[in-house]
């Protein structure tokens, strides 16, 4: 882990501060891994949709998991993308090592990383697609059939979002994740999978939160109202 990490982001982004912590035992926790097993992810998920309130098997899986994923990746984000942008330094955030602590109602709450763990194969932000996104978004596949291309919208709206919050000039100063976020253009920029997921920083895909029952939508930000496009 970075020391002092947390005094590094905003205020604005308060919230996520404490969203990766070093891991320790005796800490209640879900290894990532093991979420390829239907049943662990289906225990996850389910309580996720009890802390939504809604009954077993009433909405549409997708939409649910899609709406899961969005509060997977802002606490996340907010430490990856400060360490990455402020401090030009990656967390050790590898899918495989890592564990996922829930909140009370259920919802992704706190990332436990071990101290010390490399940091993984790829550097910077191509380092947490390859490395944790990439693994994300076929678990999410693998598990409810969910468009990739949902979740790496989902992925990439909370991304530049933070990166904004961030300062857009020290995120430009990081030229590789300024790239892999799509804010330079070119042919590197057209290889990321972010990138892909945003048009003038808007997203291309809808999340299908609207399918999910009392679950507000996204209003004039989707882009069904945008442009038009298809969801699948």
Known sequence: MIPDLARHIPASLGTYRDGVAAD??????????????????????????????SSAGAVDRRALVSYWSQFYLAPLATPAMTALVRLGQPLPLTFATTRLELDGAGRPARFLVQPGAPEGGSPGLAGLIEDHLRPFVELCRAQCGIAPRVIWGNAAVILDYVARELGEPETLARPEVATCLGWCGGPACALSPLARALCDRRRRTCCLRQRLPGVPSCGE????????????
């Open 221 to 232: 930000l989707c882009p069904i109202a945008q442009q038009k496009i298809s969801i699948f």
């Open 24 to 53: 320790c035992a005796g800490r209640a926790a879900t290894p990532l891994s093991s979420l390829s097993d239907p049943a662990v992810f289906d225990a996850t998920l389910s309580a996720f949709e009890a802390g939504l309130g």
